[in-house]
């Protein structure tokens, strides 16, 4: 089976830089396909910073969109060109819905993953036999009320998480602060930086740390309020590798008051791999992510979590093992061989 994996349009990838969220899903399925020794291509918007991989890698004429002014279906086209031109694939798997209709024409069965943390939209699917859909929660895919023939070109499966995101959990006693980590385009109000500064303010006895970039203004503000509340820390970009690792897995806990209905909330599932437990609202798929003994799920109307709550970090680490990339590479090569028979 040859596969086109197709990245995300928005920002550099392979190497990815910054936090990112779809496209490090992607990074991720294109090194478990590569220990697996499959037969792939990588297509994503043209690098600026170039890194060698054990793949081969296609570039697309354009940058990613967050540098350029033009539409995502300029690199979509573009892709479809050079997949035309390429040995015969046997089946693409796609980031984003968009996609899909654009790409028909190749006669190549489709797995669009929806990423998007809204409700569903018209247009969004496109009513054809080749195109199968992937939603990343049971939240999500409920959200969109499908009919019972779109149910039949729809399933879920979980973002996997590579094994270098997988540590040993730390002790209790090597835990000093609770964290907050999001994308400050989103404001001080739909990712719920608001409140956990407030839970700051109300907790002056405890270690508070957030990181985020993406709005220079916000930044400007959240560096200020360093030196106006003691016991809160904003640190700027988390960047990936021992940073973010460090970042996680010395925090007592993740708290995310996220006001979005959150379509899979990376983030949850990156603290439970470093065994540490999550405060999240009941928005969108964390309530299906968090059980109870992994953290607490909250009203975001009475969002107060029990900051000493004492939790069994081992166990968080080993629960977080269902979201292994194995397990989301292995179901989406199931579906690609029912897809090609």
Request: aromatic residues 12%.
């Amino acid at each position: 089976m040859r596969i086109a994996l197709i990245g995300n349009d928005f920002i550099q990838q392979f190497p990815l830089e910054g936090y990112g969220g779809i496209e490090a899903c992607v990074e991720a399925i294109a090194g478990e396909l590569s220990r697996r020794k499959m037969d792939f291509t990588v297509f994503v918007p043209a690098r600026k910073h170039k890194k060698e991989y054990p793949f081969e890698i296609i570039e697309s004429r354009f940058l990613p969109t967050c540098e350029r002014r033009s539409n995502e279906k300029d690199y979509i086209f573009d892709i479809k060109k050079m997949i035309g031109t390429k040995p015969e694939f046997d089946i693409i798997w796609s980031q984003s819905h968009w996609s899909a209709t654009a790409l028909l024409d190749l006669q190549i069965p489709i797995i669009c993953t929806f990423h998007d943390s809204c409700s569903r939209q018209d247009g969004w699917l496109a009513k054809h036999p080749q195109i199968h859909y992937r939603f990343i929660s049971n939240a999500q895919r409920s959200s969109w009320n499908l009919s019972t023939e779109e149910h039949k070109r729809a399933s879920v499966i979980y973002n996997g998480f590579e094994p270098t995101e997988y540590i040993t959990p730390r002790p209790a006693s090597e835990r000093y602060y609770y964290l907050w980590v999001g994308g400050l385009n989103w404001g001080l109000h739909y990712k719920g930086l608001d409140l956990f500064i407030e839970i700051a303010k109300a907790n002056p006895e405890e270690i508070v740390v957030a990181y985020g970039s993406g709005h220079n203004d916000l930044e400007a503000q959240l560096y200020h309020l360093n030196r106006k509340l003691l016991n809160f820390t904003f640190l700027g970009s988390l960047q990936r590798g021992n940073e973010h690792i460090d970042a996680f897995s010395r925090a007592k806990a993740l708290i995310m008051p996220t006001r979005l209905p959150e379509a899979f909330g990376r983030v949850v599932v990156e603290a439970f791999t470093k065994g540490t437990p999550v405060f999240g609202s009941n928005q969108g798929s964390l309530p299906e992510l968090i059980p109870s003994d992994c953290g607490e799920v909250l009203e975001i109307c009475n969002f107060s979590p029990n900051l000493h709550r004492a939790y069994d970090h081992a166990a968080i680490g080993e629960y977080s093992k269902k979201f292994s990339i194995e397990i989301e590479v292995h179901k989406l090569i199931l579906k690609s061989h029912e897809l090609i028979s």
